[in-house]
């Protein structure tokens, strides 16, 4: 998790249970004998043919809907535009709340997109638009901070050949402040930030989204961020506007979400978010890339 050491929570059995060696859901699976079975790759499906409905436009465009002779459009009544295009690789990368739970002894299985946002954005993205063929990758650390996804990039974005990009970091720039003294200036950030984008431009022919990191003010001290992260913030949407990136506003998104109820509700220690700050988060992810619920 993102610098949140220890996290001691008590299941319904009243059990008293570190998070970081909680037993993940999927080895229940396992069964008695506490070994789960190897991910084996399914079939891959079949893709609808091409036809003379597709001429004139990409494998993957889908900016311009294509009636259905049948009746309607294809997929249910319309083709929906997404800036996502067919066969793409998606990476989804950052600290702790993209990492939330995913396996890394199997980091390409099901398992190993997690349970927060990053495998919502997976599992819906996939069912609104199965014919796309996606593919979700995700490479979050917990505790990461701008400088270790920066150190890091080489094996854990750029040997993937992603085609889209997604990147949340920043607030542990910023809680480090706070919690250990060990500031990082917005110059900083902004430089090991850019870094990482350049050098997958340079390499990859990949499209980028940029999520906002947030903060809400649960924890005692944490109104005083606000003066850390913004800073932090505003980079990541002059970077977006650079690269042409799609951008995920998610600060303002948890600050609208908080004024209905509380903070607490989206994020539980103002960092992490809730199973419902996570829904949010992945359905903002779709809503920014053009494949919101309908």
Known sequence: MVGFEPAT???QSGRATNLRHTPRAADAIAGASGTRPPYRRPTPHLRRPRSSRDEGRGAGDTHRPVPDPRGGTWWGGGVTTTFLRSGDRVLLTGDSITDW???RDQPDSPWGLGHGYAGIVAALAGARRPDLGLTFHNRGVGGDTARMLRDRWQADALDLEPTVVSVLVGVNDTWRRYDSGTPTSTDEYEEHYRAVLDVTRGRLDARFVLVEPFVLPVQPGQEAWREDLDPRIHVVRRLAAEVGAVLVPADGLFAAAAARTSPAEWAFDGVHPTPAGHGLL?????????????
């Open 101 to 103: 739970g995913r396996d």
């Open 282 to 294: 992945a359905e903002a992810w779709l809503d920014a890339v053009g494949l919101a619920a309908r």
């Open 9 to 11: 929570f008590r299941s």
